[in-house]
């Protein structure tokens, strides 16, 4: 058995340059299917949201959903594209085990949304990404193969599809290609997936929880010798379900193709899966072109025209860009651009955001979400937002420090607990017996019990060496598992020896 020999990244980036294009896919939150009056609730009981149409029965008949076509038409004027005077509905041929129709109602030549583009920061530069389209389509059911090791049908001993998903209205949101990033490729596509799901989730037509499949993005990742003028073959790494696996696969999928070009090899155009657990890429299937699909005009579907005035309207409405409201809250919060880049970088925006408005301070809300939170979910290698902590409980936990009731210490204790859902941060610090201790009458034993065992330390401190005292907090702090309060304990000490100070 041979074992590949990956090049370092820096030496990928200083012999080729990359060029990425990012396929996004946004489910839309309407309370009904594209196409039909299915409900399209998460979770329910597989294949109990479908009927004739989302199954392609015949003789049953599709009808646009308006609430899709407008929040389709809103994203597109959010990401500054140009919105289609007349577009229509293509049949897209395949078949999949998860498409009831054998066909995907989607758009081909013809989209509801061209032509546009989206700014985003990346180390404090900022890079421009063109647009090229946005159009609307229904999403496909979901298969699910047991009975093997990976959960891939390779493997698998039986399959279960689910058909609740077919015919969820699925927004496809394709860059143009972007050349020119060199080593930051990878931290440019994370940049545009963030501020592309903040966009969406500010419009209010989408929870973008990529951990569910909402928002589902494809990478598109090629490489060509430095100071080259034709690109190489790209490779699509689909289905990337979070902001770290989009950094993660085009770095891996640099490397790997790097790799193949240095052995003389070339690089297949085809479908590649990310692997989570070790940060590779894996082959999938050889892919289609357009043609392949088959593409024709939907039958069924008269085409759209959308009223100008109607447009125009839905621009006027449009929300603050996220960009803009970031840097209004920067402000509020009197934080350094480098500061504000550890937040967004973190993903901590609307945390710290929702976290202020549930009653903590800009700084506390901060400390909890980039310090400890922090630090738990790179452990863990999620997202912040999927911690277990939510704003109200880090603000009532910040409430509690503010109180008095708990120190930093403790805190982190009582916040080890909210993560293990053991209830809300004040059940957590009555349940665990966490308070901090302020009675002087409970105590005075400890201090005198320190100042005895201390009687060096005590004598200094009775000689006019007051910062001496300390050592004695210090020793009271650890025979009281840290639960007394240091201002009290320090102020019984000198009263004790007493010294003022």
């Known amino acids: 058995m041979t074992t590949t020999v990956l090049p370092p990244y820096d030496d990928v980036v200083a012999r080729y340059e990359p060029v990425i294009g990012l396929e996004t896919h946004v489910e839309l939150g309407t309370n009904t299917k594209m196409f039909c009056g299915c409900p399209t609730e998460f979770g329910a009981e597989p294949n109990t949201q479908v009927c004739p149409v989302c199954l392609g029965l015949p003789g049953s008949l599709p009808v646009p959903n308006r609430a899709a076509i407008e929040a389709t038409i809103r994203i597109g004027l959010a990401l500054n594209c140009s919105i289609a005077e007349w577009c229509r509905f293509a049949r897209k041929n395949y078949f999949y085990p998860d498409m009831p129709k054998n066909f995907q109602t989607s758009q081909y030549d013809e989209p509801l949304c061209v032509d546009g583009y989206l700014d985003v920061e990346v180390d404090g530069e900022m890079v421009r990404i063109g647009i090229e389209r946005v159009h609307l389509e229904e999403d496909t059911g979901k298969t699910l193969h047991v009975g093997g090791a990976t959960g891939r049908i390779h493997g698998a001993t039986e399959s279960l599809v689910d058909y609740n998903r077919a015919g969820i209205p699925l927004v496809e949101i394709v860059t143009k290609p972007i050349p020119g990033t060199g080593a930051k490729a990878p931290l440019v596509a994370r940049a545009y997936v963030t501020e592309l799901r903040d966009i969406i989730r500010s419009l209010n ?29 790209r490779t699509e790494t689909k289905n990337v379900n979070s902001l770290r696996s989009v950094e993660r696969a085009v770095r891996a999928e640099m490397i790997r193709q790097a790799s193949v070009l240095d052995g003389g090899g070339r690089i297949l155009q085809e479908t590649r899966h990310f692997q989570e657990d070790t940060g590779d890429t894996r082959p999938g299937r050889s892919k289609e072109e357009a043609t392949d699909y088959r593409y024709f005009p939907e039958p069924d579907l008269v085409p759209m025209a959308p009223d100008p005035a109607w447009v125009a309207e839905l621009k006027a409405a449009l929300p603050e860009p996220p960009r803009v409201h970031r840097k209004r809250l920067q402000d509020e919060w009197g934080l350094t651009d480098l500061d504000m880049q550890s937040v967004v970088n973190a993903g901590a925006v609307e945390l710290i955001e929702a976290t202020i408005a549930a009653g903590a301070t800009a700084a506390g809300a901060r400390k909890w979400w980039l310090g400890e939170l922090a630090r738990r979910a790179n452990e863990e290698g999620i997202e912040l937002s999927a911690v277990g902590a939510t704003p109200a409980q880090v603000a009532e936990l910040q409430q509690l420090v503010d109180e008095g009731k708990l120190n930093d210490k403790l805190a982190r204790s009582v916040l080890e607990g909210v993560v293990a859902g053991e209830g809300s941060p004040r059940e957590i610090m009555t349940a665990r017996g966490l308070e901090v201790v302020s009675d002087t009458g409970a105590l005075t034993t400890a201090v005198d019990e320190a100042i005895a065992a201390n009687p060096d330390v005590a004598a200094k401190i009775r000689d006019g060496k007051v910062a001496a005292a300390g050592a004695l907090v210090g020793a009271v702090m650890k025979a009281t598992r840290g639960q007394a309060d240091a201002k009290t304990v320090r102020e019984l000490i000198l009263s004790r020896l007493g010294v003022e100070g």
């Open 205 to 233: 037509v989408s929870d973008v929880r990529m951990e569910q499949g909402s928002l589902r993005c494809d990478v598109n990742t090629s490489l060509m010798p430095a100071g080259g003028t034709e690109w190489g073959t």
